[in-house]
DNA sequence: CCGTGGCGATACCTTGGCGGTATGGATGAC
DNA sequence: GTCATCCATACCGCCAAGGTATCGCCACGG
């Protein structure tokens, strides 16, 4: 296979997310001709044209299209490479954990204490994310992260389910359910739902960046959320939950590299679910 | 991130492999001392020792082990991105289906004319393979594959359902197990089993590569097998089949890449699933 | 203890190709 | 028609990848 280089992948994904040469020589740091020289030899190489330009505008064909996803990929994963393998250097190791703030069901002091004890045990940092926290685990920026199916995207992970809990709708005050004891995914329909970053391709929704956030334009009466009950629990004033009675049990998972080997993750995935 | 080409991985690999800066450089076609400073450049820039070489001997270091694994992924993904691209650019599009022969329990007749009466139906290239079908479609080589649950690892891959069958053992005449109606899996405790190759990590067994040479291990009274029930229907003579009652029944899967985004895939899961 | 052979590292040179500047050529706006 | 925009082409300089020759180290045979 003629050898493509990731500095040319990289030219390719800047052009093809920016559809125009200046900026992306721009972003890359580099002056135009040579990119347009470096694209023009990709597309010789692998003989396919990828981009069609005019001088007024540039679009991706359909293998285009293609390459620009299978490229993101392929460069992922020599990112999690380089970065997986600084870390296995490391003379003291240590664990990320990615999770959400509040997102853990108040397990994880229970976890944290249980893995501590354990022999062996290391530091375990915290990273607090919203969206994002698969994508840290599978390009090796967090060795764990704690996760909600379906809500998230699984794929490349390995998980063990911690706890499955129902789920509640968040309500401003005087809202038109708010009279209700329960409701039905279908007395939800048509009203405006908050899409997280890096939820599943297709979930359609208001984008909301974080929890304060998303509690603030509830109570503006903006949205409204289905949530797990243990995050409904303790609501700032202006804002009540109603048990949703048909809706898909949310179950926090603790997920990890499939391809990891590290003694650390299984030590503590060991005393994550040991409860 | 300090950039690391392909080219750099694709040294490292190929020394890490053979533990050899001269057999190396010859696989690559390059000569050793250039291989020698890749490496060394390598190593300072990711700030990590790879390989402890005394003149004698080269050995992978713990983060070496790391790398060759996460570079060989890596590489794969670049890889599967060109060949993708590639196969997007055909004007004449066709579908590949990697499936071990006689691995279809006796469906993919039907499959195929359901799918060939479909509109927009494209030719299908079928690619008989023993082991490595899950492989293929992962880098591209093949768009859709049949594949057994939970033989296969199903990773990075999307799947439906096309048949659960339970499970018999395979014995050779006048095995001590041979007068039993039926077996347990407890039965064959102790007993030879094989390994396919790409077998899921973990399982172990006697390596075999074809199924015909199975047969003929079982035969000898080297090693016994448990298949799917539409394998021991037609059997050679001096084996003979029993009922396993406790074991997972096996299911035939349609597995297709979870990045394809191709028309003529969708199309062809939708009529192997619609019987 | 001293050759000898095997192997990776070092030194030094050559060259391909990557990136830069200047400019051309096509196209749409007015 | 004129101008602005934007990608392609032409040409140049330089760095780094690759080649050859050689060194230094170590295991092994005698």
Redesign the interface.
């Known amino acids: ?1 003629d ?5 040319e ?2 030219y390719f994904v800047a052009v093809a997310e920016e559809l125009h040469f200046g900026r992306a020589a721009q972003r890359l740091g580099i002056a135009q001709p040579p990119l347009s020289r470096a694209i023009r030899l990709l597309e010789r190489r ?5 981009l069609d330009r005019t001088s007024r505008a540039v679009h991706l ?7 620009l ?3 993101r ?2 460069l ?7 970065r ?3 870390k ?2 490391r003379t003291t190791p240590r664990l990320t954990l990615a999770l959400k703030p509040g997102g853990d069901a108040g397990l994880l002091r229970t976890i944290l204490d249980r893995y501590a004890a354990s022999p062996g045990a290391v530091p375990v940092d915290l990273a607090f994310r919203v969206g994002e926290r698969a994508a840290m685990v599978r390009d090796g920026r967090a060795d764990l992260a704690l996760l909600h199916r379906p809500q998230n995207d699984l ?2 992970l390995d998980s063990d389910d911690l706890h499955t809990e129902d789920q509640v709708v968040l309500l401003p005050e005087g809202h038109r359910l708010a009279e209700r004891a329960t409701v039905s995914m279908a007395d939800l329909h048509g009203e405006p739902m908050p899409r997280w970053p890096e939820a599943r391709p297709g979930v359609t929704g208001h984008p909301v960046t974080d929890s304060n956030q998303l509690l603030h334009l509830i109570q503006l009466g903006r949205l409204i959320a289905v949530v797990p009950e243990s995050v409904g629990e303790y609501l700032p004033p202006g804002l009540i939950s109603r048990p949703v009675l048909d809706a898909d049990p949310a179950t926090l998972v603790l997920a990890w590299s ?2 990891s ?1 590290s003694r650390e993750v299984a030590a503590f995935v060991r005393a994550a679910v040991a409860g």
Do not use: C, K, N
Request: glycine share 8%; hydrophobic share 40%; net charge negative.
């Open positions: 296979m050898d493509v280089e990731t500095r992948l990289r692998m003989g396919v044209t990828l064909t359909p293998p285009g299209e293609v390459l996803t299978e490229a990929r392929a992922d994963a020599v990112e999690a490479a380089i997986r393998t600084r296995a250097a794929t490349g499939q391809t080997t």
